[in-house]
């Protein structure tokens, strides 16, 4: 050991020693490993788990003078998993439990065929010869033991290392040759997996002359069969070749994964790498796309095989044989259980008062204001409560939620935020995506080269959130495919399933996401000579799905730009959130909820299924019946819709509001709260116009009336240069002073929707944008 080249038999000998004399901190009376041993005989587990602090913590106390043990298992981590598994077979102890609970497989009906089969071929070769023959049989392979069948086919365990806690994660790209046969740590993001399949590990064949079996283990992705030429052929001594028999062979789990690099630790320039990585026994079926993991493995290589064979040469492909697999956020669900430590946290934050608004304001603290749309965020995190019907209808239970607003008003800045909340998150862009890498596409797996489905966007997202940026900028075909997929009407944000037809692959995915998008006005800026339908420019039918759309305007106020000033200023020259410990002028009662505790919160308010009580019934009722006649007495001039979408969109923030006070039953106080938020988000859209409420027939000013004019004839004929001339000529008919075209030209170059030129005669040519959605 101390030359750094380990003995085979001392590093056994240590191997051995440590399983039989660890002792559990926990509990003084039993041996740590020999208790998961027991387990093991008692067929109840499957998995040895050897904590590679619990070696080094061994080793330093019992061989002080063998430090680098640890070290040695994390540098030879495949000889060392060998080692102990032998060890682990030799230190097995009985079953401590009656014959009858322990189930018997295959496996133990051929290892006792075999003892039978040696017993009768001794007692012949005895009466024959006169002396026992003591060999192991002419049908088994030399080395093998217990009556014959090789070790690795009676081991029903996998031996596993989790990594010490002072490990740090490798970054992807310093995962290098050098670490070849070591054990190495990785963090990134799961973008593919395949289906667990079976991978044989020892193959069995029948000697058809004598009903022998004979074992040959498989230590790769390729084996070459036993034939009449090879060494174990000849061991058995007959002319005919074995049959292979599937039934005593031994299959394990398989799965193979990519782990995609995460975009931090991405240099310039550069795209992102990925990993391959193999999933073998117990640990299969531990990740899933889209989540967010660290993994711990040996890093091995492989060689290719067949047609890529001869194209590679020399080269070799790379591995991560995944051993430790650990979710970097826990995901919500039925698993979620909270530690001591954080029972403690919120009771305290109970005690504190407001909930609601210090977990609101903890959201994304950096930005200045906006309580009502972080509350709106925080509800759509805790959602509301899916209901299933016996005959099959689902109302779904996700909160759709819609940021519309000007340049600068930290849009993208909310997303982000939210999508490191979330334990299961997809940020995305619009321009970036199309329909399929939004839903699914068909690509042909590497290892069987069959077609499969890969999910996009919003299959990753499930049971979690997509945040889509610039939602206004996606194509048309593309944004269809979110709300409506295919010519079987399946929608995705309301019935949350996505029917998928190509390369003979028909089936349906669950795409049970919430969106939150954000997107910016048609004309750039919010324009308020505009109606919000123009300005918006999304169709109804994308609209009325979203349960909130929120509107966010840059607004020029002295008192409330004064206040954003120091804000920012604060937190440049703090370098964090302002609170009571570092600024004097930060209130104290509103210091940010950490993010560890804030996700907790909403792990655990997860949990809870509140229901609506009838008493309630009437209440929300009128509320809605009411809102719908104020509608119909705007005479259409409403900035958006109000349809039965907006009573489930009530009764959903209602319950979300519920699950924050972890009840199971809504009060009257969440529903008012839920009619607050939908007024207020109905209150940004409508007061946003001119006079309050400018709709198809409010006053249009001069101004307006002129821009008007010429998109309609640029959208007309196509035009995109139009001078002075045409504007006079198109505008005659109307009451239009030549201040009030200048202004128009001014005005409109100003935010960059035309250039001007001037003539010889000094009048206005306009070159209208080819781009802009606005005349398209």
């Known amino acids: 050991m101390a030359s750094g080249h380990p003995n085979q038999a001392e590093a056994a000998r240590n191997c051995e020693m440590f399983l ?42 019992v061989q002080p003078q063998q430090p680098g043990f640890v070290a040695e298992v994390e540098r030879n981590t495949r000889t060392y998993q060998k080692l102990m598994a032998e060890a682990a077979d030799r230190l097995m102890p009985a079953p401590d439990v009656t014959a009858a609970d322990v189930k018997k497989d295959v496996y133990d009906i051929l290892s006792e065929h075999r003892k039978i089969m040696d017993g009768q071929m001794r007692a012949t070769e005895a009466r024959e010869t006169g002396q026992a023959n003591h060999s192991s049989g002419r049908g088994a392979v030399p080395g093998t033991v217990r009556g014959g069948c090789p070790d690795i086919l009676l081991r029903r365990f996998d031996v596993y290392f989790a990594p010490r806690s002072k490990m740090a994660p490798l970054p992807m790209r310093s995962v290098r040759a050098t670490h070849l046969g070591q054990l190495v740590r990785v963090r990134g993001i799961v973008t593919h997996v395949t289906d667990v399949k079976p991978l044989v590990s020892v193959v069995a064949y029948t000697d058809p002359e004598t009903g022998f079996e004979v074992y040959q283990e498989v230590t790769g992705r390729t084996f070459k069969p036993l034939d009449n030429d090879s060494k174990e052929r000849a061991k058995v001594n007959r002319k005919m070749q074995p049959v292979m028999e599937t039934r005593g062979s031994k299959f394990v789990k398989f799965q193979e994964a990519r782990l995609q690099e995460l975009a931090e630790e991405v240099p310039e320039g550069a795209t992102p790498r990925t990993l391959s990585i193999h999933l073998l026994g117990e640990v299969t079926r531990t990740m899933k796309p889209g989540d967010d993991v660290t993994i711990t493995g040996i890093f091995l290589p492989e060689q290719y095989t067949g047609f890529r064979a001869m194209r590679a040469g020399l080269l070799m492909s790379t591995y991560l044989e995944a051993h430790n697999v650990v979710q970097s956020k826990r995901q919500y669900g039925s698993a979620f259980e909270l530690s001591e430590a954080e029972v403690a946290a919120i009771e305290a934050l109970g005690e504190g008062g407001d909930v609601y608004g210090r977990l609101a304001r903890s959201i994304a603290p950096e930005i200045f204001g906006m309580e009502d749309v972080k509350k709106a965020l925080l509800l759509m995190m805790v959602g509301g409560q899916t209901r299933v019907f016996p005959d099959g209808l689902k109302l779904r239970g996700d909160v759709h ?19 490191r909340v979330m334990p299961r998150a997809v940020y995305t862009t619009g321009k970036g995506s199309s329909g399929v890498g939004l839903t699914a596409a068909v690509l ?8 499969v489905l890969e999910g996009g966007a919003l299959v990753l997202a499930d049971k979690g959130v997509c945040c889509i940026d610039e939602f206004d900028k996606m194509e048309e075909g593309d944004r269809t495919a979110i709300h409506e997929v295919g010519t079987g009407g399946r929608w995705v944000m309301e019935q949350q399933t996505v029917s998928i037809a190509k390369a003979g692959i028909t089936t349906t995915l669950n795409t049970r996401t919430t969106i939150l998008a954000a997107a910016n006005p048609a004309y750039g800026r919010y324009d308020r000579r505009r109606s919000p339908s123009e300005n918006i420019n999304l169709p109804a039918a994308l609209l009325s799905r979203f349960d909130l759309l929120w509107l966010l305007l840059d607004e020029s106020s002295k008192e409330q730009d004064t206040r954003l000033a120091n804000h920012i200023v604060r937190l440049h020259v703090l370098g964090r959130v302002p609170t009571a410990e570092v600024d004097a002028q930060a209130d104290p009662a509103a210091a940010p909820i950490p ?26 009722a009128s509320f809605y019946a009411e809102l719908r006649q104020m509608e119909k007495a705007a005479l259409g001039a409403a900035a958006t819709y109000t349809t039965p979408r907006t009573l489930l969109s009530i009764l959903r923030l209602s319950q979300a509001l519920a699950k924050l006070r972890f009840s199971n039953l809504v009060g009257q106080g969440d529903v008012d709260e839920a009619l607050r938020l939908m007024r207020q988000s109905k209150a940004s859209l409508e007061s946003s116009g001119t006079g309050g409420a400018a709709g198809d027939g409010a006053y249009e000013d001069a101004v307006s009336l002129v821009y008007r004019l010429i998109r309609e004839y640029s959208s007309r004929t196509g035009e995109l240069e139009v001078p002075y001339a045409k504007i006079q000529e198109l505008t005659q008919r109307h009451n239009v002073s030549r201040d009030d075209i200048e202004e128009c030209v001014t005005e409109y170059a100003r935010i960059a929707l035309w250039t001007v030129e001037r003539d010889q005669l000094g009048q206005p040519v306009l070159h209208l944008q080819i781009n802009d959605s606005a005349f398209a």
Do not use: W
């Open 20 to 61: 039989q004399n660890f002792m559990d901190p926990e509990s003084d009376d039993k041996t740590k490993y020999m208790r998961q041993l027991q387990e093991i005989a008692n067929r109840r587990s499957k998995v040895l788990s050897i904590s590679l602090d619990d070696v080094e913590a061994f080793f330093m106390e």
């Open 401 to 419: 939620v819609c940021l519309m607003g000007d340049p600068g008003v930290a849009k993208s800045q909310l997303l982000k935020y939210v999508s």
């Open 444 to 451: 042909r797996n590497q290892v069987t080269k069959e077609l």
């Open 595 to 620: 993010l560890r505790l804030l996700r907790a919160y909403i792990g655990q308010a997860r949990q809870y299924e509140p229901d609506v009580p009838e008493q309630l019934t009437e209440y929300i």
